[in-house]
């Protein structure tokens, strides 16, 4: 049974997490570079604090903990970040039929991502996504507000020309849940199993598959 009563005229998808499989890979990156700076942080501790988060929330992490870090953590980050995402990220299993039968249905969809415009389009295009979204990639820097604020997803509506309430989006994190929100769009939590779920999903409906979101979105099967 659909989940929707009419299949939505617009999915804006998060990358990271979502298109993607690249959280574990930044969460990794992060935790071994704070581990450095001294932080008493697991794995699971640094998941749950920083994913889906931006360099501001862990600047303020380090401030509150009085943590030596360099200045330029956050360059360091994204070096060490990128080159494991070029060697391992791949994309998040079963997006890719999602997407083709999303085309099928012309369904337009694009991505609305806090993370860096480069990054984005880098792992988009190393996982072979990238065609399906090319002049459809939005990020923070473009509104200059990062999500948790709804301005990324209402700029994604715009420029499709779409109602935000005709809109759903697909997010993995508490901060793109609580944009969707924000935003009056309906949203769905992308919760898999070997994944830590936010603890509020701020009204979105969970699902733990990728092979059950065309079922949800109302479209009919390939």
């Given at each position: 049974m659909s989940f929707l009563s009419a299949p939505p005229k617009l999915v804006i998808f998060d990358c990271d997490g979502v298109l993607v499989d690249s959280e574990p890979l930044y969460i990794r990156t992060l935790h071994r570079l704070l581990q450095s700076y001294g932080a008493p942080l697991t794995f699971?501790?640094?998941?749950?604090?920083?994913?889906?988060?931006?360099?501001?929330?862990?600047?303020?992490?380090?401030?509150?903990?009085?943590?030596?870090?360099?200045?330029?953590?956050?360059?360091?980050?994204?070096?060490?970040?990128?080159?494991?995402?070029?060697?391992?990220?791949?994309?998040?299993?079963?997006?890719?039929?999602?997407i083709k039968q999303l085309a099928n249905a012309k369904i337009p969809i694009c991505v609305g991502s806090n993370g860096h415009p480069f990054t984005v389009r880098m792992t988009l295009e190393i996982t072979g996504l990238l065609p399906w979204f090319d002049g459809n990639v939005f990020t923070a820097t473009d509104v200059g507000a990062s999500k948790p604020a709804p301005d990324?997803?209402?700029?994604?509506?715009?420029?499709?020309?779409?109602n935000p309430e005709h809109c759903v989006v697909i997010e993995d994190s508490a901060t793109g849940m609580k944009a969707a929100a924000s935003a009056g769009m309906r949203c769905f939590a992308y919760t898999p199993e070997n994944i830590p779920a936010p603890q509020n999903l701020f009204g979105a409906h969970p699902f733990q598959s990728m092979t059950t979101l065309p079922n949800l979105l109302g479209l009919v099967p390939a």
């Open positions: 699971q501790q640094c998941w749950e604090m920083f994913v889906g988060k931006t360099s501001r929330e862990v600047d303020a992490y380090l401030k509150e903990q009085g943590l030596n870090a360099p200045s330029h953590w956050n360059k360091d980050f994204h070096e060490q970040s990128n080159a494991l995402l070029e060697k391992e990220v791949q994309p998040v299993t079963g997006i890719q039929q999602v990324l997803f209402l700029h994604a509506a715009k420029r499709a020309g779409i």
